[in-house]
């Protein structure tokens, strides 16, 4: 991270751990209201004009981090920010854990919720029942849709219901 933008972030992380109200209220489990706190009280004030895009863009993560994972890190519920892939993996994982495949389908499976998840063209050919498409995609084959065999439909139906694809924006 570079000086500027590393400076930028500590200056949010401390006047927000400096903040009793916003600490409270995190700490009560009203992270919503913390939230709001932040938004109406905290962002866009001339002095420094902080704001959730300058703070995504100071971290430099490879997707977009929402604030209440922000204040998790300041308040010292999580320790890092995980990238992409270890988002990817986690989600995965859940799937995996919950639906139980055998394990020669876990190999399909991982590559297609990574595809899904990620590309906006394979959830369009998914959505619109497109399959053909996929004679000609390089992220995710005919052959590739016929490995899954019958895992189609309780993969996507997991990341509808569990997975918020705009963190991986």
Same mark, same amino acid.
């Given at each position: 991270?570079? $000086?500027?933008? %590393?400076?930028?972030?500590? %200056?949010?992380?401390? #006047? ?12 009560? &489990?009203?992270?919503?209201?913390? #939230?709001?706190?932040?938004?109406? #009280? ?10 959730? #895009? ?9 997707? %977009?981090? &929402? ?6 890190? *300041?308040? &010292?519920?999580? $320790?890092?920010? $995980?990238? $992409? ?6 989600? *995965?994982?859940?799937? *995996? ?25 394979? %959830? ?25 065999? &019958?895992?189609?439909?309780?993969? *996507? ?13």
């Amino acid at each position: 991270m570079k $000086k500027i933008d %590393r400076e930028l972030f500590d %200056r949010f992380e401390q #006047e927000v751990k400096a903040n009793k109200e916003i600490k409270e209220k995190f700490e009560s &489990g009203n992270v919503e209201e913390a #939230e709001n706190y932040i938004k109406k #009280e905290i962002f866009d004030r001339p002095e420094d004009f902080f704001n959730l #895009e300058k703070l995504r863009k100071a971290l430099k993560l490879d997707r %977009r981090v &929402g604030l209440r994972e922000i204040l998790d890190k *300041i308040f &010292g519920r999580i $320790k890092k920010f $995980k990238n $992409k892939d270890e988002l990817l993996e986690e989600e *995965i994982e859940k799937f *995996i854990s919950i639906s139980k495949p055998e394990a020669k389908y876990v190999h399909a499976i991982r590559n297609f919720i990574k595809a899904y998840i990620t590309d906006m063209e394979i %959830r369009e050919i998914m959505e619109k029942k497109e399959y053909s498409r996929l004679a000609t995609n390089p992220r995710f084959s005919m052959s590739d849709l016929r490995e899954l065999d &019958g895992w189609l439909n309780p993969a *996507i139906e997991y990341i509808k219901d569990y997975v918020s694809l705009n963190a991986f924006v």
